[in-house]
């Protein structure tokens, strides 16, 4: 059974919070989160090929990947690291996409464990109530339901690998 992902952006604030409980240690729910190869397997919508240009996950390095769908449509997101984020505490990073650019937000993702399984809780700051709700207009909530669906998938597989 796949668990629930929480997804809350109350209206007149700046945020968006997701929560999502996976079945495996948060050392490894973390891995999935910091290594491009396993970034490449489960973040964004089925439908899109992803490539990652870069992704240094130290304090202050950056990443920028690009999802492209069938058509040949490319859409690409890029942000800096903030903090220590090379420690399973969590990663705090900034995120902005390309197409709308100057709309970036300050995103802090925590893994805590709890008896083997791990809960992810994602929480983005935006500059604006506008720009928080423009992603969410943007039907941002499917490609969030997908890539932890996915993630869930990957983790699956490398807990199979051992």
């Known amino acids: 059974m796949t668990a629930e992902t929480r997804i809350t952006a109350e209206p007149g604030t700046p945020f968006i919070t997701i929560t999502r409980e996976f079945d495996a240690p ?3 729910v973390f ?4 290594e491009p190869d396993l970034i490449a397997r489960w973040l964004g919508p089925r439908g899109l090929k ?5 992704f240094d996950v130290r304090a202050g390095g950056g990443y920028r990947y690009v999802h492209t769908d ?3 449509n490319a859409y690409a997101f890029h942000g800096v690291f903030h903090g220590t984020p090379s420690v399973a505490d969590g990663i705090v990073q900034t995120f902005e996409f390309e197409g709308t650019p100057g709309h970036a937000c300050l995103e802090r993702m925590t893994f805590e464990e709890r008896d083997g399984r791990t809960v992810i809780h994602q929480r983005s700051v935006f500059e604006s ?3 928080r709700d423009g992603m969410v207009e943007t039907g941002m909530e499917s ?3 997908d890539s932890m669906e996915r993630l869930d998938e990957v983790l699956a597989d490398l807990a199979a690998r051992g």
Do not use: K
């Open 26 to 28: 948060r050392e490894l």
């Open 129 to 131: 109530v506008a720009d």
């Open 50 to 54: 992803m490539t990652i240009d870069h």
């Open 143 to 145: 490609g969030v339901n």
């Open 70 to 72: 069938e058509d040949g």
């Open 31 to 34: 891995r999935a989160y910091s």
